[in-house]
Nanobody, 123 residues
Framework: QVQLVESGGGLVQAGGSLRLSCAAS????????MGWFRQAPGKEREFAAA????????YYADSVKGRFTISRDNAKNTLTLQMNSLRPEDTAVYYC????????????????WGQGIQVTVSS
């Protein structure tokens, strides 16, 4: 079992930046492919970004490509999402997730989830 805890959310103006972190509880963090999802009010949870076990491969939703960067530090059991050029439509609860399938973009492929953290972008 892997426990995931997100941090770094908050309120930011449009055009600003935020950096989300996800701390994993186990030293086997490097055994898991990781992803970020988000859920806006009244909408379904959607895929944002994914990264391979080594960190050498990444995959992004079109809505965040070129603005968000996913990365990981396996030595520190940490996943990061750098979010730049934020827009009001990026407002959502952001979740990190761990799974087996590399670069998966569907929720069903992930086995472990964090509790989520709020990101609010004001216009």
């Amino acid at each position: 079992q892997v426990q995931l805890v997100e941090s770094g959310g908050g309120l930011v103006q449009a055009g600003g930046s935020l950096r989300l972190s996800c701390a994993a509880s186990r030293r086997t963090f490097s055994s898991y492919a990781m992803g970020w999802f988000r859920q806006a009010p009244g909408k379904e949870r959607e895929f944002a970004a994914a990264i391979s076990r080594s960190g050498g491969s990444t995959y992004y939703a079109d809505s965040v490509k070129g603005r968000f960067t996913i990365s990981r530090d396996n030595a520190k059991n940490t996943l990061t999402l750098q979010m730049n050029s934020l827009r009001p439509e990026d407002t959502a609860v952001y979740y990190c997730a761990a799974g087996i399938r590399t670069l998966a973009a569907t929720m069903e492929e992930y086995d472990y989830w964090g509790q989520g953290i709020q990101v609010t972008v004001s216009s």
